[in-house]
């Protein structure tokens, strides 16, 4: 990790946005109570329906969690976010002795590590005409709104002219694997070109490949201790574990592990980062991974320009065909793999992006193991962080044409596969009453999986204070931020108008979404 570019980059953002010991710190009992009071946004004519909150039934403590502050200009930081004050994102770490307030304008993004989810689990998944999620249990529906309860914002009030897509019967993805910002764990690391077999991680290696304890990086970068190292990080044959993500500089590392029990409609996710003309290959339900070739696997092969598909069986590598990944240009991506053993197809999103699917009819599913590899190949930069292994239900984004119906009335397809056009009228005493050409048809809600709503896409909200912010439970929303308190942050939607949600649904947060992401040179693997 180059420390000394965090040290320079980093403190000097923060010196430049204002940070500083806060000389008016927020008294402990109510925590920051003063938001973004210049903000002007857009009001919604439809007012939202919210009521007090449902809450968890299981909740702890966060005190201990360590958050992550990112900077447009780059350079990160781990420590605690407290929230806004004032127009200015409050950050805690121990190394400050006391909260520092870093301007907004300044703030690229801020991830938030949660504990756990709630218990209540939500059944219900609603797409809105701008792409976001919002999820929770459905209530009613009828031609003016759609409600939601939620744990974390009472009754949310959806109007109909917003909503695209409607999933009733949707359940918690059970998720595999989640990491490795606790560390390496159970990952192993070799290198297929020189003959390194696999190995874990150790402390020692960890050591020796450059790792900075937290409070001496955070020390260096408000310019309280003299960086450590002049320059980047070194090359190194093997896969090297960093700031709570795997990087590699040079072809042949290898990186994979066996015990994931993969479910058979498996999606891996990860966050990916590059510099140059990258090539990275990706093989999951591997019975070996000594390397990319051998045993039985499927394996991705992706690239600025391409991604490719093999079926690896018995060591035999027979190509299932590309897709043009669009990546030249860019240094960062999020890379979904997913993967339907039953059918035997394979799928590409890239930014949630559907790049290709694949189906493989050349016999039985290739794959028989549980494995995951990821292999670097050739000698440019890459970083792999924020892996996810979950359950998948088997349904791409944004649906298929059979799905959506014809076009131009809205769709109810069933859990049996069947379906049919018309209009959604009403939720009433457990039924849909769907309007067809034939009159009203009342079906019962626990056979309906999809509700299709005919609504014109269109882009969210884009005013200087809007904010992109992932929510727990696979929600997402574009809000804008009015105040943020210790149990409560007040939020404006483009739709829902003004809510109050509890500030434990967020997970990340990103930040002037207006402008440019600098990530240059070595810097981008201290994200």
């Keep these: 990790m180059n420390v000394k570019i965090i040290g320079t980059v980093l403190g000097g953002l923060i010196i430049a946005a204002g940070a500083q010991d806060d000389p008016n710190p927020t008294p402990p009992q109510q925590g920051p109570t003063v938001g973004l009071s210049d903000l002007k946004p857009v009001r919604s004519t439809d007012a939202a329906q919210v009521t007090r909150r449902v809450a968890p039934e299981t909740q702890k403590k966060q005190s201990d969690q360590e958050d992550r502050l990112k900077l447009l200009g780059g350079g990160s930081l781990d420590g605690k976010f407290l929230g806004f004050y004032e127009g200015r994102v409050r950050w805690a770490h121990s190394a400050f002795g006391a909260p520092v307030s870093v301007d907004a304008l300044a703030v690229d993004s801020v991830r938030v590590k949660q504990v756990a989810l709630p218990l209540k689990a939500a059944d219900c998944r609603v797409t809105l005409v701008t792409g976001e999620n919002v999820i929770g249990t459905l209530k009613s529906f009828n031609e003016q709104a759609l409600v939601l309860e939620t744990w974390y914002a009472g009754e949310l009030s959806i109007p109909r002219r917003a909503i695209q897509l409607v999933e009733p019967r949707r359940t ?24 390194v077999a696999l190995k874990p991680f150790k402390a020692v290696e960890l050591q020796a490949q450059g790792a900075v304890p937290a409070q001496e990086r955070a020390l260096e970068a408000i310019g309280r201790r003299a960086p450590g190292g002049q320059g980047g990080a070194k090359k190194t044959p093997l896969w090297r ?42 093989n999951i339900f591997a019975d070996q991974i000594k390397n990319e070739y051998s045993g039985n ?6 690239d600025q320009n391409n991604a490719y598909l093999y079926r690896i069986q018995n060591g035999s590598t027979s190509n299932l065909g590309n897709a043009q990944s669009q990546l030249s240009g860019k240094t960062e991506c999020r890379v979904t793999l997913l993967v339907d053993k039953p059918a035997k197809t394979l799928a590409l999103l890239i930014n949630d992006r559907l790049v290709n699917k694949w189906e493989d009819g050349r016999g039985a599913f290739a794959g028989k193991g549980n494995g995951v590899l990821f292999t670097s190949r050739n000698n440019s930069a890459m970083r792999i962080s924020r892996i996810r292994i979950r ?17 131009k009335e809205d769709y109810v397809r069933f859990s049996n596969g069947d379906g049919f056009s018309g209009r959604i009228m ?32 269109q882009e969210s909200i884009s005013t200087p204070k809007a904010v992109s912010t992932d929510l727990m439970g696979d929600g997402n929303l574009i809000l804008e931020f009015l105040g943020w308190e210790q149990q409560e942050v007040k939020v404006r939607h483009q739709f829902m108008g003004d809510m109050s949600v509890d500030p434990a649904v967020f997970e990340s947060l990103k930040f002037n979404l207006d402008q440019p992401r600098q990530r240059q040179g070595a810097g981008l693997f201290d994200q």
């Design 426 to 457: 009403r939720l009433e005493d457990g039924k849909l009453v769907f309007k067809t050409n034939f009159g009203e048809v009342p079906v019962p809600m626990d056979t309906v999986e999809k509700m299709a709503v005919i609504n014109p896409a």
């Design 391 to 407: 359950e998948w239900d088997g349904t791409l984004p944004n649906g298929d044409k059979q799905e959506l119906g014809n076009g």
């Design 172 to 195: 918690m993805a059970r998720v595999v694997y989640e990491g490795p910002e606790q560390g390496p764990d159970g990952w192993l690391t070799g290198n297929r070109n020189t003959g």
């Design 241 to 282: 574990y960093a700031n709570k993500g795997f990087t590699s500089m040079t072809s042949g590392p290898i990186l994979g592990r066996k015990d994931l029990e993969l479910p058979d409609r498996c999606a891996l996710e990860f966050d990916f980062q590059y510099l140059g003309y990258f090539n990275l290959g990706i």
């Design 297 to 302: 696997s499927y394996s991705l092969r992706l």
